[in-house]
């Protein structure tokens, strides 16, 4: 049952994903082993999108470490246990909690021992900087753990890069870039503390690599430059030679010149889901604190308000007119947004 459950949770989540994003690219998948232990490492802007897209995407079942904050209600906390998602405690979660990690860390020592994946985002919280932060220590104490108590798992490291065109927009493309599996095992000597900064070093340049990274030095003049040349944010590479260059070799987007058409046909759509779109703007954005969790909260609008809307609309079509009008009119609005998403 369970098998079953993860399966169709994760292909309900594809479909959002679809009709949520422009373009979703997935480069180097094939990176992931399939009979190794990995621990996935990922940047991490998105809230829970990061993880949504890497977990429904990707074609591998993750167990992933998610802020302890998001199991506060037993009911929101049971349906995150029930996909594979482990809580990691943090000091703002308060000191006293700092010792649940222990249960958490010990978990994912046998996870990967069994040859499954772990995914944990090692920057320890999100934010929609273009760059990778110092990474946290959490990741490093996992592998070592792993290794003390089973010194033949070969545990492989797979760093990761999650880009977005613009995070907290909608419609947004997103592109996910699978780096080359790392043998944690050549990072272990008679030295943990020198085993720590040397995997956290490796593990940061690995990411950098595959999302922009902009200096926090000259952070705001730097991404002002970039936007202004319209970069392809989706294309890390391009980005980053491009900051290399001192901006003189850059790669642009192409400006769209349908602009007004997408305006028009997002109006149209927001008069076909009226009652979730007031929801979202009245109700449920206002209330969002964190920048970073904007499109979270509005793709779960997404996928569970949408659809119900459509069902009752549906029902009520097919009372008052016939099920095959009501079909009709269900099938226009869906390609409507597709239309809208995708253009």
Not at 36 to 44: A, I
Not at 50 to 69: N, P, V
Not at 101 to 106: G, M
Not at 182 to 187: S, W
Request: aromatic share 10%; glycine share 4%.
């Amino acid at each position: 049952m369970k098998r079953i459950w993860l399966y169709s949770v994760r292909k309900y989540i594809s479909i959002g994903l679809f009709f949520y994003f422009k373009d979703i690219q997935i480069h180097n998948a094939k990176n992931l082993p399939k009979n190794k232990p990995v621990l996935l490492l990922c940047n991490h802007q998105n809230a829970l999108l990061d993880a949504l897209l890497i977990g429904a995407k990707c074609g591998k079942s993750f167990y992933f470490l998610t802020r302890a904050a998001a199991f506060k209600k037993k009911f929101v906390g049971a349906i995150l246990k029930s996909l594979q998602m482990l809580p990691i405690y943090r000091i703002r979660d308060g000191l006293n909690t700092l010792s649940n990690n222990n249960a958490i860390f010990e978990a994912c020592t046998e996870i990967l021992h069994k040859n499954k994946a772990v995914a944990i985002f090692p920057e320890g919280d999100h934010n929609l900087e273009r760059r990778v932060r110092p990474l946290k220590k959490g990741f490093t104490r996992i592998v070592l753990d792993t290794l003390e108590k089973y010194p033949d798992t070969d545990i492989q490291l797979i760093p990761v890069g999650v880009n977005y065109v613009k995070a907290e927009n909608f419609p947004d493309s997103t592109s996910v870039f699978f780096g080359n599996p790392i043998a944690a095992k050549d990072f272990i000597s008679d030295d943990k503390n020198a085993d720590v900064i040397n995997l956290k070093a490796k593990i940061h340049t690995e990411i950098s690599k595959l999302t922009t990274h902009i200096s926090s030095d000259n952070y705001d003049e730097a991404l002002n430059k970039l936007d202004a040349l319209n970069v392809n944010y989706l294309n890390p590479s391009t980005v980053n030679n491009c900051i290399a260059s001192n901006f003189e070799v850059c790669e642009q987007r192409t400006k769209s010149k349908i602009n007004g058409i997408r305006l028009f046909l997002k109006g149209l759509l927001i008069l076909n889901i009226l009652l979730p779109y007031l929801v979202w703007r009245f109700f449920v954005k206002p209330k969002i604190k964190d920048i970073e969790f904007t499109s979270t909260f509005r793709f779960v609008i997404v996928i569970t308000l949408v659809p119900l809307y459509l069902i009752i609309i549906t029902l009520v079509l097919s009372f008052i007119f016939s099920l095959k009008l009501a079909i009709l009119y269900v099938l226009c609005v869906l390609i409507l947004s597709l239309i809208t998403v995708k253009l």
